[in-house]
């Protein structure tokens, strides 16, 4: 079972910068992919960003494209999403989700507020 905990949500105000961090119970490198969800209020959650483990290829959304970077520490097995532009419109609990062949993995999510 993998653990794994974000941190790094907080409140910022529009056109901000936030980096998250999403730490993980074992090496990162036992992983095929590490991934950024989100969930605002009433919605459902969301992909955002995913790194694969092994070659550190990255894909995003369109509406985070240029705005987030998803990159990873192997030595500090952590993800993490640095968010730039921040908009009113991210505002949303963050989640990391890590999978291993067919297991999937969830922390328990960091909120994010953007507002003035």
């Known amino acids: 079972q993998v653990q794994l905990v974000e941190s790094g949500g907080d409140l910022v105000q529009p056109g901000g910068s936030l980096r998250l961090s999403c730490g993980a119970s074992e090496l990162i490198s036992s992983l095929d992919f590490m991934s950024w969800y989100r969930q605002a209020p009433g919605k459902e959650r969301e992909w955002v960003a995913r790194i694969a483990i092994n070659d550190g290829r990255t894909f995003y959304e ?3 494209k240029d705005r ?5 520490d192997n030595a500090k097995n952590t993800v993490y999403l640095q968010m730039n532009s921040l908009e009113t419109e991210d505002t949303a609990v963050y989640y990391c989700h890590a999978v291993r062949g067919s297991r ?11 507002s003035s």
Do not use: E
């Not at 987030?68 to 990873?72: D, K, M």
């Open 62 to 64: 369109d509406f985070v």
């Open 68 to 72: 987030f970077t998803i990159s990873r």
């Open 104 to 114: 999937h993995y969830w922390g328990q999510g960091t909120q994010v507020t953007v």
